[in-house]
Structures are given as structure tokens and as C-alpha cells.
Antibody, heavy 122, light 110 residues
Framework: QLQLQESGPGLVKPSETLSLTCTVS??????????WGWIRQPPGKGLEWIGS???????YYNPSLKSRVTISVDTSKNQFSLKLSSVTAADTAVYYC??????????????WGQGTLVTVSS | QSVLTQPPSVSGAPGQRVTISCTGS?????????VHWYQQLPGTAPKLLIY???NRPSGVPDRFSGSKSGTSASLAISGLQAEDEADYYC??????????FGGGTKLTVL
């Protein structure tokens, strides 16, 4: 059974960089059938797609966040990561890592991590 | 304000049928992009309910169905059960915004 687990600091100071890692178990991140991505959800609000990456390193970002986002992949560790720079309180959210099936547009998200709350505060 | 509009809430009694709409435009749903639906139970991660407009992943009951027409899509839930009480989100692609979600709909089972 595929599992995704987010890890990283739960508290980040304003103007600093948020960094999260997603560890994939029960399946290979190098499969050509999937993309790997990040989605966030501010407390009490809806979902926002942040971006996704293919095992080869090709990335796709939400245009509204593109200038601050970097998603990378480490196939040797079966992990992928998110960096969001210059954070503000508006970036406080539950961050989910997820697997996207590479069929259709957009790619449906068929596995989600449990999510991790990141709070931006001094 | 999402480019995909969903009603904030819907409700129904057990056994009834409810529908949740997802209204877009010519730059997203109307452009032919797929619509997916997710169910988010309280305190949990979302779960894929419908993909590619009308396809159910393995394990999703056939009480859940999806459709798409023009610039809109709909999720229908028949034989409503107490455990269906959750938030539901549609997702599509917008030519200028990339992957987008609807604002979400809270389903209350009366």
C-alpha cells in the first residue's frame, strides 16, 4: 500500500523559507505513471494546488506561487521536497503531498499524505 | 474566489439524492479539461471520488456519479448516508491558472 509522509518544521518565521519533504513508501517515485505534488489548505478554507514534479525533474507550478516555489525530487531516497520562500501569515496552512496519475488534464490525485500544519508566525 | 464555483453547502435526508455543481468557464471546464471530485471527511486528507468527469476509482460506491456538460460539472450522490457528510471539491485545469480547485461544498445529512 502506497504511503506518503510529510515532514518538516511546523513553525516558520515571516520572510523565511518553508521547507517540507515527502517520503514515499510502498512504491517507486521513479514510476513513469505518476507525478508528485503539493497541495495546501489554509485553516477552515479550500484547497490550493501548489505544483508538481515528474521523476525526471520536470516541474509545474501554480502561476500565483511560481516566483516563490521550488519543488525537487530525490529518486535515491524516494522523496520529493517543497520550498516556499518569503513566507507570510497567508502561507499558514495544512500542506499535503500527493501522487498524481499521469492521465488526463489535470492529473487526478489518487494518493494523499496525512498533511502537516505549517504556521507562519514570529 | 475560485474560478470554479461550487455552492457553499447542500443538504439532504438519508436515502435522498443530492447534486453538487461546479461551474467554470471557457478557459477551464468549457475548454475540455477533465473534472475530478474529492471527498474530505472532517480532519482527514481529501480522497479521490470521481476522475475524468465520470469515472470512479476502485472502492468508491456506485452511489457516487459525475457528469460534465459545457462549462459545468456535477457530482451526484444517491441513497445518501450519514457517512457521506463531508466537504466535496471539484478540480479542473485553467489555461491561465493551471490546476484549480473549486471552493468546496459542505454536505450535511439531515
Amino acid at each position: 500500500q502506497l504511503q506518503l509522509q510529510e515532514s518538516g518544521p511546523g513553525l516558520v518565521k515571516p520572510s523565511e523559507t518553508l521547507s517540507l519533504t515527502c517520503t514515499v513508501s510502498g512504491g517507486s517515485i521513479s514510476s513513469s505513471s505518476y507525478y508528485w505534488g503539493w497541495i495546501r489548505q489554509p485553516p477552515g478554507k479550500g484547497l490550493e494546488w501548489i505544483g508538481s514534479i515528474y521523476y525526471s525533474g520536470s516541474t509545474y507550478y501554480n502561476p500565483s506561487l511560481k516566483s516563490r516555489v521550488t519543488i525537487s525530487v530525490d529518486t535515491s531516497k524516494n522523496q520529493f521536497s517543497l520550498k516556499l520562500s518569503s513566507v507570510t501569515a497567508a502561507d499558514t496552512a495544512v500542506y499535503y503531498c500527493a501522487r498524481h496519475r499521469s492521465v488526463g488534464v489535470p492529473h487526478p490525485i489518487d494518493y494523499w499524505g496525512q498533511g502537516t500544519l505549517v504556521t507562519v508566525s514570529s | 474566489q475560485s474560478v470554479l464555483t461550487q455552492p457553499p453547502s447542500v443538504s439532504g435526508a438519508p436515502g435522498q439524492r443530492v447534486t453538487i455543481s461546479c461551474t467554470g468557464s471557457s478557459s477551464n471546464i468549457g475548454a475540455g479539461y477533465d473534472v475530478h471530485w474529492y471527498q474530505q471527511l472532517p480532519g482527514t486528507a481529501p480522497k479521490l471520488l470521481i476522475y475524468g468527469n465520470s469515472n470512479r476509482p476502485s472502492g468508491v460506491p456506485d452511489r457516487f456519479s459525475g457528469s460534465k456538460s459545457g462549462t459545468s460539472a456535477s457530482l451526484a450522490i444517491s441513497g445518501l448516508q450519514a457517512e457521506d457528510e463531508a466537504d466535496y471539491y471539484c478540480q479542473s485545469y485553467d489555461s491561465s491558472l493551471s490546476g484549480v480547485f473549486g471552493g468546496g461544498t459542505k454536505l450535511t445529512v439531515l
